[in-house]
């Protein structure tokens, strides 16, 4: 595979025009993550969610690496799925972690790709890799879009 900027921008593309897959699944995301937690989380716009791929794809070094885990994910396909499982799974948590950006949201990222991963289906002949990339565009979107109580204001474990 070959990554040039003619395909970065082709992923950029595809990642927005998939928002009417992504947002609801981020919405659901953060229904079940704010039940468990106790908390109420905002809802994410498509507007927000289009806002956030084009931040992330707007740094070029964080693009590239976007674009061909995008790419590696929409094609990625084994026998079978099972003997795929692990590298589908590296792959979706390592991308749900890229988009979010810096520590600790890219542990979160990490952590929330799972909790999306395990409600995401993909259609009969979709590559093994195609559900996954969902979760991860799920995960790493809603992780990094503020709306999160504990992210309202500076945190107090700041030193002055």
């Known amino acids: 595979m070959q990554i040039t900027q003619t395909v970065v ?5 595809w990642v927005r025009e998939r928002a009417p897959v992504v947002v609801p699944l981020v919405n659901e995301t953060r229904s079940r993550l704010g039940e468990q937690f106790g908390v109420d989380v905002s809802s994410v716009s498509v507007e927000e969610y289009d806002d956030c791929i084009e931040a992330v794809f707007a740094d070029g070094d964080r693009a590239v690496n976007v674009a061909a885990l995008t790419r590696l994910l929409r094609t990625l396909d084994v026998d079978d799925d099972y003997p795929g499982f692990v590298v589908d799974e590296l792959l979706g948590r390592e991308l749900a ?10 542990l979160l990222a990490e952590a929330t790709f799972h909790v999306a991963d395990v ?5 009969e002949g979709d590559a093994a890799g195609a559900d996954d990339l969902d979760a991860a565009l799920a995960a790493g979107t809603q992780t990094r879009i503020p709306g999160w109580p504990w992210r309202e204001g500076a945190s107090p474990f700041a030193v002055e």
């Open 119 to 123: 409600h995401t289906h993909g259609r």
């Open 97 to 106: 972690a890229m988009i979010a950006g810096d520590q600790p949201l890219r």
């Open 9 to 13: 921008r082709t992923e950029y593309d």
